[in-house]
């Protein structure tokens, strides 16, 4: 059973419509990241927090903007949607304290824009 | 700059069969490489995660091994069932925060009964 959840799991939206993704854990991890994955491609960071209060642009070029103003909580948004995001969207989270410690993943946001 | 590749892209063997997926990395500085399991539209689920000091992990039918030297990892599945269809993705992790894993493609595992 998943500990960490993601809203919607499917999401088909018209261009210039803003959105946020939701992702959830109830771990209470404090290293929370965003990944975006494009179908038989590998995963791309996007953005990712230690804690509450930070938030950092990962290794990938992203127009959405994520928030972290509770340790459970790191949604993803995007202004104005446009084709090119068009992707699946993966938030996972980890334990600061045990760097080897693997990471949780959620079931993905599926994301069509038209 | 950390590349990750995992050979085949796809394999098909039938019920029953051990099977090796193989990943290979660029730089030997890793901190650790960890093996997940990804089913089709899901997200993915940690299968074993191997610190940079250790050889290998085993996980029941599961065992992955680390030669940081050249760069490679191996898992190795026991027994496969079609249970075990699913994509197979390795992550290298090259700093404390995980804020460097670099994923390779995977490696899609088709088991028939």
Avoid at chain 2, 4 to 24: D, F, K, M, Y
Wanted: hydrophobic fraction near 30%.
């Amino acid at each position: 059973e998943a500990d960490i959840y993601q809203t919607p799991r499917y999401l088909v939206i018209g261009t210039g419509k803003k959105i946020t993704l939701e992702c959830s854990q109830t771990m209470g991890h404090d290293k929370m990241y965003w990944y975006q994955q494009d179908p038989g491609m590998e995963l791309h960071l996007i953005h990712y927090s230690y804690g509450v209060n930070s938030t950092e642009k990962g290794d990938l070029s992203s127009e959405s903007t994520v928030s972290r103003i509770r340790t459970e909580h790191f949604p993803l948004t995007l202004e104005s949607a446009r084709p090119s995001h068009t992707s699946q969207y993966l938030c996972a989270s980890g334990q600061w304290a045990d760097f080897n410690s693997p990471l949780h993943f959620g079931n993905g946001t599926r994301l069509t824009v038209t | 700059k950390q590349e990750v590749t995992q050979i085949p892209a796809a394999l098909s063997v039938p019920e029953g069969e051990n099977l090796v997926l193989n990943c290979s990395f660029t730089d030997s500085a890793i901190y650790n490489l960890q093996w997940f399991r990804q089913d089709p539209g899901k997200g993915l689920t940690s299968l074993l995660l191997i610190q940079s000091s250790q050889r290998e992990q085993t996980s029941g039918r599961l065992n992955a091994s680390l030669d940081k030297s050249s760069g490679r990892s191996t898992l190795y599945i026991a027994a496969s069932q079609p249970g075990d269809s699913a994509t197979y993705l390795c992550a290298v992790g090259s700093n404390q925060a995980g804020t460097a894993l670099i994923f390779g493609k995977g490696t899609t595992l088709s088991v028939s009964s």
